[in-house]
């Protein structure tokens, strides 16, 4: 995979994961997998969506659909990420969260933690990540480059993602160790971090005429 160099200078647009990026998330996988009956080397989503039988992914999607409710009513944000936010909204950078998460249960974790982010992408309206596909719809939705928006996550799929759109990407590793950080275009250990780093760049969008 490509990584694609950030100039953070272009950046017009940060774009955000949501579970251990934005706020707290606690979901076991494990459990989830066991529920379902999804074998470790595949992965969640995918298994779902390719059962064979109608009830059996109604249920399915009924067991993931609780277990996230429940995670958003428990979540609390994320070091930095208000003070980040601010820092969006007051220099008026385009924003969004893109989640593999189902829209009712980000939109609660959203909301229950006044995250102040009204474009929310879920597994709802395209394809999940690592597929490019809803960042790429939000750079033709912004009239922006793929070099203009930065996407930050906590994971792999996010620079998958970030990179199958030919897109900049920043993980957040909250001081764990991984084995995909060289994929990432920066790596920060919080997003207060990140932070420090637009502020030392001055990033801002230009108003419009």
């Avoid at 774009?15 to 990026?21: E, G, H, I, M, R």
């Avoid at 394809?127 to 906590?154: C, F, M, N, R, T």
Wanted: contains cysteine; hydrophobic residues 40%.
């Amino acid at each position: 995979m490509e990584v694609v160099a950030l100039n953070i200078h272009q950046i017009k647009a940060i774009v955000f994961d949501l579970d251990n990026t934005l706020v707290s998330s606690n979901l076991d996988f494990n459990w989830l997998r066991a529920q379902i009956g999804c074998p470790k080397e595949i992965d969640l989503l995918t298994f779902i969506e390719q059962l064979n039988c109608s009830q059996s992914a109604a249920a399915a999607n009924q067991i993931v659909l609780k277990h996230e409710l429940d995670d958003a009513n428990h979540s609390t944000p994320m070091q930095g990420c208000h003070d980040l936010l601010g820092f969006i909204e007051k220099h008026s950078l385009h924003t969004a969260i893109i989640t593999r998460n189902c829209f009712e249960a980000s939109l609660r974790k959203a909301e229950h933690n006044n995250l102040n982010i009204s474009r929310i992408i879920s597994r709802e309206h395209f394809p999940p990540k690592p597929a490019p596909d809803s960042l790429l719809s939000l750079a033709d939705e912004w009239g922006l480059d793929s070099h203009q928006i930065l996407y930050v996550g906590d994971y792999v799929y996010d620079l998958q993602a970030a990179s199958n759109a030919n897109m900049p990407s920043c993980l957040v590793t909250h001081g764990k160790a991984n084995t995909f950080s060289h994929q990432a275009s920066v790596t920060v250990t919080e997003l207060d971090e990140l932070l420090s780093l637009l502020l030392d760049h001055q990033v801002s969008r230009p108003p419009l005429d």
